[in-house]
């Protein structure tokens, strides 16, 4: 069962392949916004992965996102989750992800639990017929 203060924790070090020049979202050698965000949202997901029912699981919808410091190649990133909110099937995450000198970015994530099935379905059912 999915409850309020939920927490999860991710952590990674900055390799080249996340940089912002390698993801196309800048020309630098640092951590890439894209990136933060894949992280933000694995760390959230993960959180209450195992609390779903089974054939069930979470897709994310919304995130409100800064990147407020740059971490180089080599430097250690944590994040951290927190759900702050459940809404019937909707989920509300407050994430933080520091390196080792200090946070680095913030996101307020929200996420709907799905039925892994029916979801793919629908998905799928956009594609025209062959």
């Known amino acids: 069962m999915v409850k309020v203060g939920m927490t999860g924790r991710q952590e990674l070090t900055v ?3 996340l940089t912002a020049k ?4 800048g020309e630098l050698l640092v951590f890439a916004t894209p990136a933060m965000l ?3 949202e694995k760390t959230a997901y993960l959180s209450v992965a195992d609390a ?3 054939g069930s699981g979470s897709v994310g919808t919304m995130v409100q996102l800064t990147h407020s410091a740059a ?9 951290e989750s927190k759900l702050t909110a459940v809404d019937g099937r909707k989920l ?8 080792d000198c200090g946070v680095i ?3 307020t994530h929200e996420r709907f639990i799905v039925f892994h099935d029916k ?3 629908k998905t799928d059912a956009k594609l025209p017929e062959k």
């Not at 390698?22 to 979202?25: D, E, H, L, P, V």
């Not at 971490?71 to 994040?79: A, D, F, K, L």
């Open 15 to 17: 390799t080249e392949e």
């Open 71 to 79: 971490s180089p190649v080599g430097m250690h990133v944590v994040c």
């Open 52 to 54: 779903l029912d089974e």
């Open 22 to 25: 390698a993801m196309g979202s």
């Open 119 to 121: 979801f793919q379905a």
């Open 38 to 40: 894949a992280l933000m």
């Open 105 to 107: 970015g913030q996101a």
């Open 92 to 99: 509300i995450f407050s994430i933080e992800a520091r390196d």
